[in-house]
Nanobody, 123 residues
């Protein structure tokens, strides 16, 4: 059973930085893709970034490209999202997700989800 636990959210001023972590258990091989999604109040959950654990290939949403960086640890069981130059519109609950296979941007392509961590960016 795959379990994902996010951490690192919090309150930060615009222009600041946060680093989110997603600790995964139950990943039996490196053929998983792990992704980050976010959901602002009253909005749908949207894709932020994803990384293929096997080789570190990563993709980003246009809205955060150049500001956020996704990475994984050597053991390939933790994924990080370094968020710099944060804006108020980055506010939301950030969810970690996992799927077997190639990177996808659609949330319904991910089978496993964490509980989410709140990120609030004040202006």
């Amino acid at each position: 059973q795959v379990q994902l636990v996010e951490s690192g959210g919090g309150l930060v001023q615009a222009g600041g930085s946060l680093r989110l972590s997603c600790a995964a258990s139950g990943l039996t091989f490196s053929g998983y893709t792990m992704g980050w999604f976010r959901q602002a109040p009253g909005k749908e959950r949207e894709f932020v970034s994803a990384i293929r654990l096997y080789d570190g290939t990563a993709v980003y949403a246009d809205s955060i490209k150049g500001r956020f960086t996704i990475s994984r640890n050597y053991a390939r069981d933790t994924v990080f999202l370094q968020m710099n130059s944060l804006k108020p519109e980055d506010t939301g609950v950030y969810y970690c997700a996992a799927r077997v296979g190639l990177i996808k941007r659609e949330r319904d392509q991910y089978n496993y989800w964490g509980q989410g961590t709140q990120v609030t960016v004040s202006s």
